[in-house]
């Protein structure tokens, strides 16, 4: 028998196999040992809903783009 993959938003569940999703792995650092997470599955609209959409944004743009924007 073959597989079924089911990929689904940890936020809203919904269906995004095939389709464009973001997945973020957790490592957690203590005393200096590290333990990974379990990755987390996040649909476009979920992702824009937490705060590393706003921390990623800037990314590949020059210092000097940002000082202009402000």
Known sequence: ????IKVTCDDCGTYVFG???????IQKVIHGKQQMHPAVYLCP?????TI?????????ETSEEVKNET
């Open 1 to 4: 028998m073959g597989k079924e």
């Open 19 to 25: 389709k464009k999703y973001f997945t973020l792995n």
């Open 45 to 49: 609209n979920c992702f824009r809903e």
């Open 52 to 60: 590393l959409a706003l921390l990623l944004c800037y990314i590949g």
